[in-house]
């Protein structure tokens, strides 16, 4: 096989192994041809390649290199192309970004209200709260004065605002671009939001129908209602909106609530140091409200007369002597411890009228003058001795006898704590429950000068004790109870059965859950101080159950009823006779018990001390026919005081509140048994000589609309003695049934 031919002659191949191996070499042409059948001609060397091209063919003309001239036309190319791009794709962004805003825009209109229903809002209701003389005693919501016109106002209050705000309010359209760029610039310089761009217009539409919130979705409904609002009302009727509708810390609303609310004025006859104080608290209402940061409102207030000096509004003269001398040590109406009151009308008030859509005025059964008193006896009760006695808060309940509150105290300071004592705290009553026990006894036939054994009990274990650890014997019920004998209560209750004393209990106006054991006759179920101050009202009032009540009537403020109290029917709950035993006992408290101190000159008067376990609380409620007070003292955390009792510290503030309520009252007489029970104790011991039976029933009663409780049964009645006539004797001498 040939292995190709070359021009310029054959070539003979050499014979021989040594001579063919040593020149032989692959190249190319050694390969399989594919394709076709012809071999491929080997490589020519380029020295070849040039001598045969040159021989073989005529010169051919050469050619400039065509990449130096092509790069010249592609750049003159390229220059006008990116000209002509620019203009194009410039055209492209435009409309894309146009497209784009107008999407933004819609979409952001989308999610606002109607047009048509974008109307300036009325103003956020408020809950004007009155004592019984008609006095302001405290204010809920949104505080908001009266509207006040832009030409009423002083020409440099309005002027102020523009002056800090926006400056440029008569020139914008609502959006002040120029504004937003400085105020971008100076944000950029200062490396964080130290200024903001939005116009006087921006933030009443913020005020008026937008969130506070800080989103980019929010700025942009604030810009679009901002134009709105600017196309539909004037420049000076948007000012005067902006004035009546801002918000000025503390719960004021609108330049005339601030004014009064700091300075005690109207916003027609604020200073020009006044109308700059205002100026710069919408910056940060809460932060530099003057009856809180006093310091904090005077400089930024110098800040705003340097911005009035600067455009001009003040001269430099009055811009320097303004500094210093606004006047905002002025004490808002309602403060102290009446908000504890005001708390409790809100509670109830959805109950009475529903939801509130306009500003009200709730009239109430408070006095001012003796919520003042109570107040003033609580505070500085404990202020002397919460130290010695380790007592932190305290509380008190007064009442009239039909159950109109005329004062609370829900704790000592309003500002430190909101809980109100008197209202939601439960705490255990001690002794001051024992009434409830003793009224059960009489209801099932004893009397007060029936005798009862005091000496050491156990009850499953359980030895309740004295507070003296004493014990004296053969006591009547009115002794008993007037020097707060533990076992003779407990005996008491056993005898005519825990159910029996707990369905009293709520009968008389008690709500909380009582559990009916042996222990309840010491008051260790928890009640409230208004509840149980509530119960003790039919004692005082002839036997009436009260519903404990502070509001009488409620109205709009252009004086549209909504609600008004009803008389409510009386229902005794007590038997009047029964009223006058119990009054009589208690009232021995008052005279030789553990009140001896609670005694109210001229007044007849009646109550009952109270000392939970380990003096964890410490109570008196006294009453006579003109108030029904209660006074609770102790800690939040259920701690023990250093033996602070009933007969100590709530007698004491009890007493300075009743005498002081009661200067210029004429006198009454608490209510008192229609027949007379009294008999001594032999002859009520010579009556009950006769043979043991079973405990009568009252006789009938005529019906006479007043409460009868059922007759006694034989499971409530203490077994008899056993050991004859004279062991039945003693026993009703000494601790008997009767």
């Known amino acids: 096989m040939a292995w190709g031919k070359k021009k310029g002659g054959r070539k003979e191949p050499l014979f021989g192994l040594p001579a063919a191996l040593a020149d032989l070499r692959l190249n190319p042409a050694d390969r399989i041809p594919g394709g076709d059948d012809k071999p491929k001609k080997p490589a020519k060397s380029s020295a070849k390649r040039k001598s045969e091209d040159a021989g073989d063919e005529p010169?051919?003309?050469?050619?400039?290199?065509?990449?130096?001239?092509?790069?010249?036309?592609?750049?003159?190319?390229?220059?006008?192309?990116?000209?002509?791009?620019?203009?194009?794709?410039?055209?492209?962004?435009?409309?894309?970004?146009?497209?784009?805003?107008?999407?933004?825009?819609?979409?952001?209109?989308?999610?606002?209200?109607?047009?048509?229903?974008?109307?300036?809002?009325?103003?956020?209701?408020?809950?004007?709260?009155?004592?019984?003389?008609?006095?302001?005693?405290?204010?809920?919501?949104?505080?908001?004065?009266?509207?006040?016109?832009?030409?009423?106002?002083?020409?440099?209050?309005?002027?102020?605002?523009?002056?800090?705000?926006?400056?440029?309010?008569?020139?914008?359209?609502?959006?002040?671009?120029?504004?937003?760029?400085?105020?971008?610039?100076?944000?950029?310089?200062?490396?964080?939001?130290?200024?903001?761009?939005?116009?006087?217009?921006?933030?009443?539409?913020?005020?008026?129908?937008?969130?506070?919130?800080?989103?980019?979705?929010?700025?942009?409904?604030?810009?679009?209602?901002?134009?709105?609002?600017?196309?539909?009302?004037?420049?000076?009727?948007?000012?005067?909106?902006?004035?009546?509708?801002?918000y000025f810390g503390s719960g004021a609303y609108g330049v005339e609530a601030a004014a009064q609310k700091y300075f005690g004025k109207s916003a027609k006859n604020v200073t020009v140091a006044e109308a700059a104080m205002l100026a710069g608290l919408v910056k940060s209402p809460s932060r530099l409200a003057p009856?809180?940061?006093?310091?904090?409102?005077?400089?930024?207030?110098?800040?705003?007369?340097?911005?009035?000096?600067?455009?001009?509004?003040?001269?430099?003269?009055?811009?320097?002597?303004?500094?210093?001398?606004?006047?905002?040590?002025?004490?808002?109406?309602?403060?102290?411890?009446?908000?504890?009151?005001?708390?409790?009308?809100?509670?109830?008030?959805?109950?009475?009228?529903?939801?509130?859509?306009?500003?009200?005025?709730?009239?109430?059964?408070?006095?001012?003058?003796?919520?003042?008193?109570?107040?003033?006896?609580?505070?500085?009760?404990?202020?002397?001795?919460?130290?010695?006695?380790?007592?932190?808060?305290?509380?008190?309940?007064?009442?009239?006898?039909?159950?109109?509150?005329?004062?609370?105290?829900?704790?000592?300071?309003?500002?430190?704590?909101?809980?109100?004592?008197?209202?939601?705290?439960?705490?255990?009553?001690?002794?001051?429950?024992?009434?409830?026990?003793?009224?059960?006894?009489?209801?099932?036939?004893?009397?007060?000068?029936?005798?009862?054994?005091?000496?050491?009990?156990?009850?499953?274990?359980?030895?309740?004790?004295?507070?003296?650890?004493?014990?004296?014997?053969?006591?009547?019920?009115?002794?008993?109870?007037?020097?707060?004998?533990n076992t003779v209560a407990i005996r008491l209750g056993l005898e005519v059965g825990p159910k029996n004393v707990v369905r009293t209990a709520h009968r008389l106006g008690i709500s909380s859950k009582l559990e009916p054991n042996a222990s309840i006759a010491l008051g260790t179920s928890e009640v409230s101080v208004v509840e149980l101050v509530g119960a003790y009202a039919p004692f005082a009032n002839g036997g009436f159950a009260v519903a404990p009540h502070v509001v009488t009537r409620i109205r709009t403020l252009s004086g549209k009823l909504l609600y008004m109290r009803q008389p409510e029917e009386r229902n005794p709950v007590i038997d009047p006779r029964y009223v006058g035993m119990m009054n009589a006992m208690m009232r021995e408290t008052l005279i030789s018990g553990t009140a001896k101190k609670a005694e109210i000159r001229g007044w007849p008067a009646a109550g009952k001390t109270g000392t939970s376990q380990d003096y964890r609380d410490a109570w008196f409620i006294g009453y006579t026919a003109n108030l029904v007070t209660g006074v609770w003292l102790g800690n939040d955390d259920n701690s023990p005081t250093k033996k602070a009792?009933?007969?100590?510290?709530?007698?004491?503030?009890?007493?300075?509140?009743?005498?002081?309520?009661?200067?210029?009252?004429?006198?009454?007489?608490?209510?008192?048994?229609?027949?007379?029970?009294?008999?001594?104790?032999?002859?009520q011991a010579a009556s009950q000589v006769s043979p043991p039976t079973a405990i009568a029933p009252a006789p009938a009663a005529v019906n006479t609309g007043v409460y009868r409780p059922p007759p006694p049964t034989r499971a409530n009645a203490r077994p008899e003695a056993a050991a004859g006539l004279d062991g039945w004797l003693m026993d009703r001498l000494f601790g008997g049934n009767r």
């Open 291 to 485: 009856n809180r940061n006093p310091e904090g409102a005077e400089a930024r207030a110098q800040i705003v007369l340097a911005a009035m000096a600067d455009a001009n509004f003040i001269t430099d003269a009055q811009a320097k002597a303004s500094i210093g001398h606004p006047s905002y040590n002025v004490k808002p109406a309602g403060a102290g411890t009446v908000n504890y009151v005001a708390d409790w009308i809100g509670e109830v008030l959805d109950d009475l009228v529903g939801q509130i859509d306009e500003s009200i005025k709730v009239e109430t059964t408070i006095d001012p003058k003796l919520q003042s008193v109570a107040e003033a006896a609580i505070i500085d009760e404990l202020a002397a001795k919460s130290v010695k006695f380790n007592v932190s808060q305290g509380a008190l309940v007064a009442m009239t006898p039909d159950g109109a509150v005329r004062a609370m105290v829900g704790g000592r300071n309003y500002s430190e704590s909101q809980y109100n004592r008197a209202v939601t705290a439960k705490r255990q009553p001690g002794s001051s429950f024992k009434p409830f026990v003793y009224l059960t006894a009489l209801e099932q036939g004893l009397t007060p000068d029936t005798v009862r054994q005091d000496a050491p009990i156990e009850v499953k274990g359980w030895k309740p004790e004295n507070y003296t650890h004493e014990y004296f014997g053969a006591v009547t019920l009115t002794q008993a109870l007037a020097m707060s004998l």
């Open 59 to 246: 010169p051919r003309e050469r050619k400039a290199p065509a990449g130096r001239s092509g790069a010249k036309r592609r750049t003159k190319s390229r220059g006008g192309f990116s000209l002509g791009r620019l203009v194009y794709w410039g055209a492209v962004l435009s409309l894309w970004g146009f497209i784009a805003v107008t999407g933004v825009v819609i979409y952001v209109g989308a999610h606002l209200p109607p047009i048509q229903s974008l109307e300036i809002p009325k103003r956020p209701p408020t809950i004007q709260i009155v004592g019984i003389d008609g006095s302001v005693l405290a204010q809920r919501g949104e505080m908001a004065g009266a509207n006040v016109a832009l030409s009423d106002l002083p020409p440099y209050l309005p002027k102020a605002f523009i002056a800090i705000e926006d400056r440029r309010f008569y020139s914008h359209f609502g959006i002040d671009p120029v504004g937003i760029l400085r105020a971008l610039v100076t944000n950029v310089l200062h490396r964080g939001v130290s200024q903001g761009g939005s116009t006087l217009t921006q933030q009443l539409a913020k005020n008026l129908f937008l969130t506070q919130e800080r989103t980019m979705q929010r700025k942009l409904q604030e810009a679009e209602l901002a134009i709105w609002l600017e196309r539909k009302h004037s420049k000076n009727e948007i000012l005067e909106l902006y004035l009546n509708r801002v």
């Open 645 to 683: 009792t009933g007969g100590g510290l709530p007698v004491e503030v009890w007493s300075r509140f009743m005498r002081t309520a009661h200067e210029g009252v004429a006198v009454a007489a608490l209510p008192s048994s229609a027949g007379g029970w009294g008999l001594s104790n032999l002859a």
